[in-house]
T-cell receptor, first 115, second 110 residues
Framework: AAGVIQSPRHLIKEKRETATLKCYPIPRHDTVYWYQQGPGQDPQFLIS???????DKGSIPDRFSAQQFSDYHSELNMSSLELGDSALYFC??????????????FGPGTRLTVL | GEDVEQSLFLSVREGDSSVINCTYTDSSSTYLYWYKQEPGAGLQLLTYIFSNMDMKQDQRLTVLLNKKDKHLSLRIADTQTGDSAIYFC??????????FGQGTELSVKP
């Protein structure tokens, strides 16, 4: 079965650089969530999109922005990177179909290292 | 906002049962999930319970929900060394976002 795809899997950047993380949801899933997991931490919700519109916002820094495109893939753009942005970034997708279980399926994550 | 608490560590012997506990604050959580994370890996959905249920059994996994006390537990029967991982409790909130607990590191000794 198709899963959530994230690219790249690993990314190394310098401080103050920019990074773009991509997420391709499971086919026919219309909702995407982004989470950040720092070393030894629990995943923290950043932002979500439903039908290409932002549906909820968590602890996402102003330096980060995200969007969902017409094919439902999503991109997380991170600018002026700081050392503290080093983390594992997860994308999850789900279908908002009322008849289906509201389960989020997670991608493998993108490990971002800021030097 | 929602707060989710778990104990940080649990150590058991192979073949014993493991019980991982979780307390949460948002009584409006509709679904409550358990995820497993192995070192350096992603989040694997283990099981879930709907908020109008008290118990759910899924092979070696049993989830108990005490909605009045906002307490959730995950019991793993016949724990194996391959069960060693971090287990996250994650109630879902309105709109579907998950609020994760700190995770319980389960160590299974042979």
């Amino acid at each position: 079965a198709a899963g959530v795809i994230q690219s790249p899997r690993h990314l190394i950047k310098e401080k103050r650089e920019t990074a773009t993380l991509k997420c391709y949801p499971i086919p026919r899933h219309d909702t995407v969530y982004w989470y950040q997991q720092g070393p030894g931490q629990d995943p923290q919700f950043l932002i979500s999109f439903y039908e290409k519109m932002q549906s909820d916002k968590g602890s996402i820094p102003d330096r980060f922005s995200a969007q969902q495109f017409s094919d439902y893939h999503s991109e997380l753009n991170m600018s002026s990177l700081e050392l503290g942005d080093s983390a594992l970034y997860f994308c999850a997708s789900r279908s908002f179909d009322r008849s289906s279980l509201a389960t989020q399926y997670f991608g493998p994550g993108t490990r971002l290292t800021v030097l | 906002g929602e707060d989710v608490e778990q104990s940080l560590f649990l150590s058991v012997r192979e073949g014993d049962s493991s019980v991982i506990n979780c307390t949460y604050t948002d009584s409006s959580s509709t679904y409550l999930y358990w995820y497993k994370q192995e070192p350096g890996a992603g989040l694997q959905l283990l099981t879930y319970i709907f908020s109008n249920m008290d118990m759910k059994q899924d092979q070696r996994l049993t989830v108990l929900l005490n909605k009045k006390d906002k307490h959730l537990s995950l019991r793993i029967a016949d724990t194996q060394t391959g069960d060693s991982a971090i287990y996250f409790c994650a109630p879902s909130t309105w709109g579907g976002k998950l609020i994760f607990g700190q995770g319980t590191e389960l160590s299974v000794k042979p």
